[in-house]
């Protein structure tokens, strides 16, 4: 007979204030196997847990029950508190009365009807429950990172600098990501590059750290400590190891209109280019989608002038695997599609620019040398206007949240421009400012007292070109609705940041979720920012969501921490909720009847086909076999196995059914 | 018929087979018939629409274990044997598989695997009866349907026949046959009836033929075949997979490709 001891919590008022707790643990007084039953306010607390310690050393219970809150928030507390009674800590259940019950129910009869059903549902799991012991599986003590921009960066130089080696991949060129095209920084005025380009120095210097650019992540298989990357090193028909970078290919390529990536379209490059002098590798790659030997079979010029040999026409690309304990999604964001703002004369008007392109019209190393000028006659504008939440905060674009950084640049915009246009006028129009944090606020102040630009609180309905002038049409909602009609010269939109193209490409083929923008979603919004559900892979910056430079470092040097700290122990302890097929003694061995039909459906290829073969070696049987150390418990075979004969480890058949028996039969 | 008799004569002859699975006369029509020797080999007989599936007998160790074994299969069982070597039931080279096609041709499959060819171009169809019946079925409201199928299995007596006949059943424990926990009442019962053709059903899903043995078998009459044709319509509406053709890859509710539908998920 089972000794069963059931603890009811009160949380507080979040339980106690719904269901009637006394009443629930005097019933499952009842429930025969139940040796003790009691109730508290904070079983969580210290003398909360010492009553079921204490309990089970007095008592002798061979099964706990704590009806509690979800098992997510506590069931690790309450099974430390059972082993150090000596009970095995998984024959210790929670019953989620608070999420499942309390939170979600009014308060009466049927609430604490319900709460009891709970209790009772875990009672008869627990009687069947088995004592198990943890999972050790060794960790691979190397981190790949997935993106090179500044979270990239911090997180790679983290983790190296902790003393673990790091593989960082990044899909273009060079790394730096979109902080190396920015201008000058909020709240600071500090030059981008200043302070990101010994980043990027340090990382390719590193001796921890092994940088791939332009090369992508095409798969991951594996799991927390032992995932196994694919990478795809894309061709860029540059060797690399020969390459000095002297930049000749660079300067008599004939291909030279070709828009400008890091220049955000507004500049032009060669065909074999860089994408800009602080590039981290500086060595050039040859754009084959613009370069006149692979569109016509002919030129080969960087060839002939190339004076080490460095460029491998046609090689292909090449695909490698890397071991891995760990992983950092950092693949940043990018800003929305700007065919979406008709209204403003996006792609019309040659003088509506993005916020992007505004960085690097303001940017020294830029198209015009740092000058601002409108990009469709090269004149300085005497007359800007700025437009906050273009595609942010706007549900009829399907993009309801707020992009974050909008508010900051926008004012830092302005100021650039004042500060390099002395008698230039600057407008913004903006639905409010949001300037939270350390010294936001007064940089946006100092924008408006300091350097004169005009705020107008309102949306601009629409821009037109009116005797090459920019007319902006908007209304001033702080006077009263009244319209406002500026003759600009320029129009820079604050545009919304939007999840990278192929974010859901990617978290599919790392297994992680993303919400409904594509964005990485974590573990949990407050107290596991950097993890994602996955165990293993973790987040930082903007692919996350929309980010600004100190909050993306914060993020990435958090999620190298837990990257440290994972590879801080040789061995990992896991959860045993874990798939196995049954064995028995001869003549069945096993009632798996070798059908194969559960190692396809594996989401994580644990199940291989095993030979269960006498003494002399020969094969009595085939049955399937589950590698304890890749199975995550998900039990898709289990459900899958006609014959039952894989059962989930603390989720048995037996277990689910008692359980399911004991809800439907009182 | 000839050209089928005299190469299992000659097997016989020559000691390459020690025993022939095929079809005799029986008091109700055809049966199954073990043959043994040469001499037998005389009361052999055999159509393509013969009942029961042969195939069923090739997972079953008392019949076959230290046998060399000739089947002469009806398409249905050159079907199921091609799901069973894709399902690692029996073997590359195990049993000599003979088929008298319907045009008289004899045909002898070295492999399961070289069966694929040839049942690629003869869709599995139901007979006329069936067809009426599932588009009766299908005229019927869903509460119309379950009083339908309530009432037919209101007559079930858990005799299993519809199992002992499926080539597919070879589970050595069935989920019926398992007590810990006892998921289905082994009683007869009008919940537990339900209970195990579901299952049964569910259980097929993606791996029947169509071959119509578990409905032929049944002593009740039930027509428990026609919910495996029916999943076997949905699986070629949804999936666009064949009725009765082993998929190479993979079955169709065990495998998940990147570019499968999941508009259901979000």
């Not at chain 1, 071991?323 to 008007?349: K, M, N, Q």
């Not at chain 1, 650039?416 to 409010?432: A, I, P, R, T, W």
């Not at chain 1, 979603?521 to 892979?537: M, Q, R, S």
């Not at chain 2, 007596?157 to 006892?182: F, G, L, S």
Request: hydrophobic share 35%; net charge neutral; with cysteine.
């Amino acid at each position: 007979m089972s000794k069963i001891g059931v603890f009811v919590c009160h949380c507080g008022e979040n339980i106690g204030g719904t269901v009637d707790c006394e009443k629930v643990a005097q019933e499952a007084a009842k429930i025969p196997g139940v040796e003790v039953s009691t109730d508290y306010k904070y079983m969580c607390s210290d003398p909360g847990q010492t009553i079921i310690k204490n309990a089970i050393k007095e008592k002798g219970l061979d099964g706990v029950v704590v009806a509690a809150c979800s098992p997510r928030m506590h069931e690790s507390t309450f099974r430390a508190a059972c082993a150090e009674a000596c009970l095995n800590p998984y024959m210790c259940e929670i019953a989620n009365i608070r999420e499942h019950c309390s939170w979600v129910h009014e308060k009466g009869e049927a609430t604490t009807q319900k709460a009891l059903d709970l209790v009772r549902m875990q009672v008869e799991k627990v009687k069947k429950d088995l004592p198990l012991s943890t999972i050790k599986v060794p960790v691979t003590k190397k981190a790949l990172v997935i993106g090179g921009g500044i979270a990239g960066i911090q997180a790679a130089l983290d983790i190296a600098n902790a003393g673990h080696k790091v593989i960082l991949v990044e899909k273009e060129p060079s790394i730096g990501g979109h902080m190396a095209q920015l201008s000058e920084t909020f709240p600071t005025l500090d030059c981008s590059q200043c302070i990101l380009t010994p980043r990027m120095v340090e990382v390719a210097q590193h001796p921890n750290i092994t940088l791939y650019t332009y090369a992508e992540v095409e798969g991951l298989e594996g799991f927390i400590g032992n995932f196994t990357a694919r990478i795809r090193l894309k061709a860029r028909s540059v060797d690399l190891e020969k390459c000095t970078g002297c930049g000749m290919c660079t300067t008599k390529c004939p291909t030279k209109k070709v828009p400008s990536e890091f220049n955000a379209l507004m500049g032009l490059r060669t065909a074999i280019y860089v994408p800009s002098p602080q590039s981290v590798p500086n060595k050039p790659t040859i754009d084959k989608e613009h370069c006149v030997y692979y569109k016509t079979g002919k030129c080969k010029l960087c060839e002939k002038v190339c004076p080490t040999g460095a460029i491998t026409f046609d090689a292909p690309d090449e695909i490698i695997t890397e071991e891995v304990g760990a992983v950092v999604v950092c693949t940043g964001f990018d800003v929305a599609p700007t065919s979406e703002f008709s209204e403003y004369g996006y792609g019309r008007y040659k003088d509506v620019i993005t916020g992007l392109q505004f960085e690097r019209l303001a940017s020294a190393s830029g198209p015009t040398m740092g000058e601002i000028r409108r990009p469709s006659d090269g004149t300085v504008p005497k007359k800007i206007v700025f437009i906050a939440c273009a595609g942010s905060r706007d549900a009829a674009k399907g993009r309801p949240y707020c992009s974050k950084i909008c508010c900051m640049y926008t004012a830092k915009h302005a100021m650039l421009y004042q500060h390099k246009v002395h008698d230039g006028e600057s407008y913004v129009f903006y639905m409010d400012i949001r300037a939270g944090g350390k010294n936001y606020d007064e940089f946006v102040r100092r924008a408006i007292e300091e350097d004169g630009v005009n705020y107008i609180r309102g949306r601009v309905a629409r821009v037109y070109e009116r005797d090459g002038k920019l007319i902006v049409k908007g209304v001033d909602t702080l006077l009263g609705g009244e319209q406002v009609e500026i003759e600009a010269d320029m129009v820079v939109l604050a545009t919304a940041g939007v999840a990278n193209k192929g974010a859901e490409d990617l978290a599919q083929k790392l297994h992680i979720s993303y919400d409904k923008y594509n964005f990485f979603a974590e573990a949990h919004p407050k107290l596991k920012p950097v993890e994602t559900n996955t165990a293993g892979i973790f987040l930082a910056g903007a692919c996350q969501s929309p980010k600004d430079i100190p909050d993306t470092v914060a993020a990435a040097s958090g999620a190298a921490v837990k990257v440290a700290a994972l590879f801080s122990k040789d061995q990992l302890l896991r959860e045993p909720v874990v798939a196995v097929v049954n064995r028995m003694p001869p003549p069945v061995f096993s009632t798996c009847v070798g059908c194969s039909l559960c190692v396809d459906i594996c989401p994580y290829s644990a199940i291989t086909m095993e030979n269960i073969k006498d003494r002399a070696g020969n094969v009595i049987k085939t049955v399937a076999s589950i590698n304890p150390g890749l199975c995550q418990g998900c039990g898709t075979c289990v459900a899958f196995c006609r014959s039952k004969s894989i059962d989930l480890q603390g989720f048995s058949n037996e277990e689910m059914y008692s359980s399911v028996m004991a809800a439907l039969h009182e | 018929m000839d050209k089928l008799k005299a190469k299992l004569i000659e097997l016989f002859q020559s000691g390459e087979i020690t025993l022939a699975i095929g079809y005799k006369q029986g008091t109700r029509g055809p049966r199954p018939f073990f043959c043994r020797s040469a001499s037998d080999v005389e009361q052999m007989i055999f159509s393509n629409d013969y009942q029961p599936n042969l195939a069923v007998y090739l997972t079953k160790k008392e019949v076959v274990k230290d046998e060399k074994v000739a089947i002469v299969c009806t398409i249905s069982a050159l079907r199921s044997i091609a799901y069973l070597a894709r399902e690692n039931q029996i073997g590359q080279s195990q049993y000599k598989i003979i088929h008298l096609s319907p045009n008289d041709e004899l045909m002898i499959f070295r492999s399961p695997w070289d069966i694929d060819p040839y049942i690629e171009e003869i869709p599995s169809t139901p007979s006329e009866d069936d067809r009426r019946v599932i588009e009766m079925l299908d005229a019927m409201t869903s509460e119309e349907r379950w009083a339908w199928w309530a009432a037919q299995f209101s007559k079930c007596i858990k005799c299993y026949a519809c199992r002992a006949a499926c080539p597919m059943c070879y589970c050595t424990r069935c989920i019926v046959d398992n007590n810990r926990p006892q998921w289905i009442d082994p009683w007869a019962s009008p919940l537990s009836n339900m209970e195990w053709q579901i299952n049964r059903v569910m259980h097929l899903a993606g791996r029947c033929v169509g071959c119509g043995a578990c409905g032929a078998a049944c002593p009740e009459g039930i027509p428990v075949h026609l919910l495996n044709r029916k999943i076997l319509d949905n699986i070629e509406e949804n999936f666009g997979i064949t009725a009765g053709l082993a998929p190479r890859e993979g079955a169709v509710l065990n495998t998940f490709k990147p570019d499968d539908k999941e508009n259901f998920i979000k």
